[in-house]
C-alpha cells in the first residue's frame, strides 16, 4: 500500500495557519539522525491516517526550526505536542506504540 503521507511539514513560515486549525493538531519534532523518531515514524504516520477527520498531523525537523524548538521548550526528540484550539495541552516524550499514542491523544478529540 502506497499512500500520500498525511504529516504536513512544519515551519516558523506556515506555523500559525496549521496551529490555528478547528481541529486538534499533533505536532511531531524530530530529527533526521535520530533512531527513536525513525522508529516511532510508522506508528505516527499510521495515527495521520485513521484520524484524519479528528487530527491533523504535522512535523517539525528540529535542526530546520530552531525557533519553534524554542517556542516549544523541545529538549530532546523524538517529542510530540497536542495543540488543542492554539494551546498545547499534551506533551509526549520518547518513542511510544501506536496504541498508547492513541490512548492519549482521544480524550482531546
Not at 495521520?48 to 519553534?68: F, G, R, Y
Not at 510530540?80 to 494551546?87: H, P
Request: hydrophobic share 40%; with cysteine; charged share 20%.
Amino acid at each position: 500500500m502506497n499512500t500520500a503521507n498525511p504529516i504536513s511539514e512544519l515551519t516558523q513560515a506556515n506555523h500559525d495557519n496549521l496551529i490555528k486549525d478547528t481541529k486538534p493538531v499533533l505536532i511531531k519534532f524530530f530529527a533526521t539522525w535520530c533512531g527513536p523518531c525513525k522508529a516511532m515514524a510508522p506508528a505516527v504516520e499510521a495515527l495521520a491516517q485513521e484520524l484524519s477527520e479528528q487530527l491533523n498531523v504535522v512535523e517539525a525537523d528540529i535542526d530546520k526550526t530552531p525557533e519553534l524548538v524554542k517556542q516549544y521548550g523541545i529538549q530532546s526528540v523524538p517529542t510530540l505536542v497536542l495543540v488543542k484550539n492554539g494551546e498545547s495541552v499534551k506533551r509526549i516524550t520518547g518513542v511510544q506504540s501506536k496504541g498508547n499514542l492513541e490512548a492519549i491523544i482521544q480524550p482531546y478529540l
